[in-house]
Every structure is written in structure tokens, then in C-alpha cells.
């Protein structure tokens, strides 16, 4: 479905429902989930709009890559709830993307905002490519000059008592691009973080930055170094960067 | 959607479009999401005909869990593919439902046939109870006083030189009944399988086999042996048992 309200870009949507198998052990949607159907539904606008990932390779040679998201979560969407996915192309300049994606409830609060930073890559020699205006025309998004800072997040070389795990990579972490699909790295980090810390906490803001893919055969070394709230991540010497700012759950959340 | 044919119980149908995420690294359906996405279908029937989840722990104290499954495979489903979903709970007798899924092409033909086997367990005891005709009457299935034999699979007693590894059970593993969620056992298995191998070949028959449930904190103990083009699969000495026949993939196939 297709509005076009005060805002730049054209707000795509969706409505839909958080099955089972999305479903964490809290009853709430899974993150990694969260990220994948955003994906799902930014491609599923693509589609609409003649520009989908087939037209991209057959007519620039490039493909699409997320490398930046940002999650503010006010609340995670709940097991069998009804919930309305927006999203949009913002703006680009000469080499980002910019996107948003609302997870809204029935009444249009906005349970979960994801802002995230695409480029567009080579198909052969897996580069950046300056953004051609013929790809991005349709999503009517504004394009601007400046480049919006991204996140910093604490490098490998200051992880100082990180906690270390070792996780191959298999079969079943990759997807239809031939390495470990993006929603992944959330899992690998957040698997890390204490079992009865997160039965009081929620993520609250996640920030998510991929700077090399990583293929099969790989061994993730995950580090993770907690300060007061907030968990750092760090996967293959800065291959992916991950920070999560927790919240504790009041008794009437959970 | 219902409808009720010359078969014995009621007919539910699902159309569905496989998603990004839900497609391996060969653009085919991962065979866990099958297996969850059949899951999700069922409950959503249970829940049409009056007898949700809620329903069956509140009137029951009971909760619905799969202890086998025999998976048929024309082919896998593909990428984006717009495919039907159709469920049926065939029969039942003192202990046992027997359920099927189709996953069908548009032109109707069955692409994989699943058929499985249910219990009722005890909320408290997790002990296994006598199926009220109460909850399975809304299904219309048969009831029949014949328990359907299952599969007989490879023991572990009878490993002699498997290949093993070990997995920690995740928190990103658990689904909802805080146990591991019934899908991961396949991607487990499966995952075990060399890379070079799945290149070339395809599942064509897959038994599982579910006799424990397996919980946070535990390791999975993996043991897996070929006979031929068939993976024998066991998990922690018999809590599940897998058993995968491959097929060579034609040219035409990939």
C-alpha cells in the first residue's frame, strides 16, 4: 500500500501479524526477526516501484547492502499482536541511502523506529557505487548533500575484559547473497549477554554497523565488554559492530 | 479458508510467498522455516475452529507438541515463489493426531508433503494425556483405534563412527514454551552435512523425531553417520533422532 503524506519519501506499508516461530521466549518478537521483515518489506516497495533487486543487477550491475541501523524500541511488538510496518526512503547523497521503518501498533503509536544507512555495491568487484539517481528516482526521497554522522562505536583494539566466544559460521546462517545474513550478528551478540540480565532488561537502543561481510568457513570471534547499561560488541576485529543500551523492566512491561 | 472435501477432517488453506529470510543460500525455502511456517498455519486453523492454544491450557491444562514428522520433497519451494499451504488433521486415536500439510505450486501440485504426529501433554506433569474428543472434534478428523507405526530410526547405541559436534544451546534457540524450539533440530542436523555436498544434492525424505524436550544451559550433543546417500542424525543420546535420504540434483533442478 502506497501514501504520500507530508513527508519526502513515499511511506510504503504493511499490516502484520508476529507469528510463533518470531516469537522470543519472552512472548515478544525476536530483534533479528524485526530486522528481517524490515528487509522483506523495503524490497517488497522495491518490487512495487519497478526498482527491485533484479532491475538493480540487470540494469546497474549493483546490489543493495545495509551497513548502519539504528533501533529505538519503545516496545517490542508482542506474539500474535496486529501491527502496521511503514516504511520510507528519506534522502540520499552521493553514496548513502537513508530509510526508516516504523513498527506501529493498532492505534499508530510507534512501538519500534529503525533508521538505516544503504549503499549501493558492485556486483564484481563488491565496491561502493555513487548512488545513480535513475535507481532512487521512484521513492521520491530528497537528496541532499551533507553525510549523516554515523554511530561510534568502542573499536576492537579498546575492548579491554571482553568476554570471547567462538561461533562457526553454518550452513543455515547464510542467505540467498552466499554469506551471513544480517539479522545474524544481532543474534551472535545478544547471545552473549546473560540469560537472567535479560529476563529484567530490555534493549531499549541498538546500534548496528557491518563493515565486512563474513562468508562460510569463517569462525566468528565475538567479543562483548558490558558499561553500566550498555553492551559492546564487537565481531571479527571490527568486522561488525554492535551496541545495546538495556533497560530494566518494570514489573507491569513484562 | 475452510472447506471440507471428500477427505475426512477439515481442510484449512494458507496462501503464502516465501519470504528473503526464509530462503537458503540455493534461493530454496530453509527447511525449518517449512517446519515453523507448518506450525504457525496449524495454530492458526486451532484458533478458527475455537480451539486456540489458550483454549486447550484453560479448558485442558493441556498444551499440543509434535513428536514426528515425515517430510516428502518434490522440490523445495522457491524465492519469492507464491505458494498454497493447506493442513488437516486426519485422524486420532487414544493418544495420538495425525496431521498433514501440503506446500502446493499454483498450478496445485504438491511441491512437499508433510505428515506428523501429535500428543497432548499435561501443563504440569508434561506427561502425556488421553485426546479429549471435546478438543479434536472441531477438526472433523477420524477417529480410529489404530496407533500409525513410526519410523525406525538408526540409535544412538548403534553409532559406531559418527562424526560429532557440539552445540551450546543459545538463547535465540528457545521459542516461547522456553524450551528449544522444534525447527532448530533440523538446521542442527542438517548443518553437519559438508557444504560441497549440499551443493550437489537435495533432501528428497526426512524423518525427525522428537523424545525430549531439550532446555536452556544444556549442550547438544550431535552425532551424525552416512549410509550411502542417507544422514543418520542423533541428538543427546536419543532426545531427537533425524534421518535425511538425499537425492542428486539434475542440472535442471538448480
Same mark, same amino acid.
Given at each position: 500500500?502506497?501514501?504520500?503524506?507530508?513527508?519526502?519519501?513515499?511511506l510504503?506499508?504493511?499490516?502484520?501479524?508476529?507469528?510463533?516461530?518470531?516469537?522470543?521466549t519472552f512472548?515478544?518478537?525476536?530483534?533479528?526477526?524485526?530486522?528481517a521483515v524490515?528487509?522483506?518489506?523495503?524490497?517488497e516497495?522495491?518490487?512495487?516501484?519497478?526498482?527491485?533487486?533484479?532491475?538493480?543487477?540487470?540494469?546497474?550491475?549493483?546490489?543493495?547492502?545495509?551497513? /548502519?541501523?539504528?533501533?529505538? @524500541?519503545? &516496545?517490542?511488538?508482542? =506474539?500474535?499482536? !496486529?501491527?502496521?510496518? *511503514?516504511?520510507?526512503?528519506?534522502?540520499?547523497n552521493?553514496?548513502?541511502?537513508?530509510?526508516?521503518?516504523?513498527?506501529?501498533?493498532?492505534?499508530?503509536?510507534?512501538?519500534?523506529k529503525?533508521?538505516?544507512t544503504?549503499?549501493?555495491?558492485?556486483?564484481?568487484n563488491?565496491?561502493?557505487?555513487r548512488v545513480a539517481?535513475e535507481?532512487?528516482?521512484?521513492?521520491?526521497? /530528497?537528496?541532499?548533500?551533507? @553525510?549523516i &554522522?554515523?554511530?561510534? =562505536?568502542?573499536? !576492537?583494539?579498546?575492548? *579491554?575484559?571482553?568476554?570471547?566466544?567462538?561461533y562457526?559460521?553454518?550452513?543455515?546462517?547464510?542467505?540467498?547473497?552466499?554469506?551471513?545474513?544480517?539479522?545474524?550478528?544481532?543474534?551472535?551478540?545478544?547471545?552473549?549477554v546473560?540469560?537472567?540480565?535479560r529476563?529484567?532488561?530490555?534493549?531499549k537502543?541498538?546500534?548496528?554497523k557491518?563493515?565486512h561481510?563474513?562468508?562460510?568457513?569463517?569462525?566468528?570471534?565475538?567479543?562483548?565488554?558490558?558499561?553500566?547499561?550498555?553492551?559492546?560488541?564487537n565481531?571479527?576485529?571490527?568486522?561488525?559492530?554492535?551496541?545495546?543500551?538495556?533497560?530494566?523492566?518494570?514489573?507491569?512491561?513484562?
Amino acid at each position: 500500500m502506497f501514501s504520500k503524506g507530508g513527508k519526502m519519501g513515499i511511506l510504503y506499508q504493511q499490516n502484520y501479524r508476529v507469528p510463533f516461530y518470531e516469537s522470543d521466549t519472552f512472548k515478544q518478537m525476536k530483534i533479528s526477526s524485526l530486522l528481517a521483515v524490515a528487509l522483506q518489506i523495503s524490497g517488497e516497495q522495491s518490487e512495487a516501484l519497478g526498482r527491485s533487486d533484479v532491475w538493480v543487477a540487470e540494469n546497474y550491475n549493483n546490489f543493495w547492502a545495509v551497513i /548502519e541501523y539504528e533501533l529505538n @524500541i519503545q &516496545r517490542l511488538p508482542r =506474539f500474535d499482536e !496486529a501491527i502496521i510496518i *511503514e516504511t520510507e526512503a528519506i534522502s540520499y547523497n552521493k553514496f548513502f541511502c537513508y530509510r526508516n521503518f516504523w513498527f506501529k501498533n493498532q492505534e499508530g503509536k510507534t512501538l519500534v523506529k529503525i533508521t538505516s544507512t544503504w549503499v549501493l555495491m558492485n556486483r564484481e568487484n563488491r565496491k561502493i557505487e555513487r548512488v545513480a539517481d535513475e535507481i532512487v528516482a521512484p521513492y521520491e526521497s /530528497e537528496k541532499i548533500s551533507k @553525510i549523516i &554522522r554515523p554511530h561510534k =562505536f568502542k573499536k !576492537a583494539a579498546s575492548f *579491554e575484559e571482553a568476554e570471547a566466544v567462538v561461533y562457526p559460521v553454518r550452513f543455515s546462517d547464510l542467505d540467498m547473497n552466499g554469506h551471513v545474513n544480517n539479522a545474524k550478528y544481532y543474534d551472535w551478540a545478544s547471545d552473549m549477554v546473560d540469560f537472567d540480565f535479560r529476563k529484567t532488561h530490555q534493549p531499549k537502543q541498538i546500534f548496528i554497523k557491518y563493515n565486512h561481510e563474513i562468508l562460510y568457513g569463517t569462525d566468528i570471534h565475538a567479543q562483548m565488554e558490558f558499561e553500566s547499561n550498555v553492551s559492546h560488541h564487537n565481531l571479527n576485529d571490527d568486522s561488525a559492530q554492535i551496541e545495546i543500551s538495556w533497560e530494566k523492566v518494570s514489573e507491569n512491561q513484562q
